[in-house]
């Protein structure tokens, strides 16, 4: 009898073991974390021009956290057009255990052809942390020159911080209005003077320079009354200076940077 109630346990046991083993796979196959992540988004630009068959779009995730040492690149892909137009929709992915969660990420995008840039991202779209998306980034892409091709991509298609004449596009976040003067300024580097107008006064003032640190000194301008919307520009564009710690260069676009990396302006190259 004994014998009968061992035989009957073991065959028992013997029957249960597969589904054991089967239970006990799923769940470590269930724990695995995924290897990568994507995001997905798409570009577009307001251009009636079509972009040729051997186009190539860049899209890449970019650590913006170190001003001191500008930003490095984190993923990127290459999307190549085929005959596609816009808007181009891509997917980047990225390893997810690699983000630290106190930096700050920001996605670009390119579009060349034949290694010459034609469209580029002039603002910032950050992505991934601290509240910033994760998915489903839709950017918006600018012609770098009215014919395309003339302008090589990389570095040379920078303009050089010192020398150039700078013009506001952005300050704190808002776009001049509709017919407000320009607002401009020149770093001048035998000098180490800053030259410019606010769009109603003339200002002037030193700067000083140590890589990408930044910092502008005793700016001022000239006393002559202006409407409203100028007041206002030229009296942000003075407090954007005042707060500039350090800067940021992309292509034609130079981006002053305040505490933590806050972006105070944008300013764009004068043709």
Not at 3 to 16: E, N, V
Request: charge should be positive; include cysteine.
């Amino acid at each position: 009898m004994l014998g009968s109630r061992k035989l009957c346990l073991a065959g028992i046991l013997f029957l249960a073991a597969p589904f054991l083993f089967c239970k006990t796979s799923v769940a470590q196959a269930g724990s695995a974390p995924s290897a990568t992540q994507t995001l997905r988004g798409s570009v577009r630009y307001r251009n009636r021009i079509a972009i040729p068959p051997d186009a190539v779009l860049r899209v890449t995730i970019e650590d913006v956290s170190q001003v001191t040492t500008g930003s490095k690149p984190f993923a990127e892909e290459d999307i190549r057009a085929k005959g596609r137009q816009i808007p181009i929709k891509f997917e980047v992915k990225y390893d997810p255990s690699a983000i630290l969660p106190d930096h700050r990420y920001d996605l670009r995008a390119k579009i060349t052809s034949g290694g010459r840039l034609m469209f580029t991202t002039t603002n910032s779209y950050p992505v991934l942390t601290q509240g910033a998306p994760v998915n489903n980034v839709n950017l918006d892409l600018e012609q770098v020159s009215a014919q395309y091709g003339q302008v090589p991509s990389g570095a040379a298609a920078r303009e050089p911080l010192e020398g150039t004449q700078w013009n506001l596009t952005e300050v704190n976040g808002k776009v001049p209005e509709t017919g407000t003067p320009q607002a401009s300024i020149t770093l001048v580097e035998s000098t180490h003077r800053i030259e410019g107008t606010g769009g109603c006064n003339r200002l002037m003032g030193s700067y000083e320079l140590e890589g990408r640190t930044l910092h502008f000194k005793g700016v001022a301008t000239t006393m002559m009354a202006c409407a409203g919307d100028a007041m206002e520009q030229e009296r942000a564009l003075l407090e954007a200076l005042g707060a500039t710690q350090s800067y940021r260069m992309r292509n034609f676009t130079l981006t002053l940077l305040g505490k933590d990396g806050k972006v105070l302006a944008r300013l764009e190259a004068e043709p």
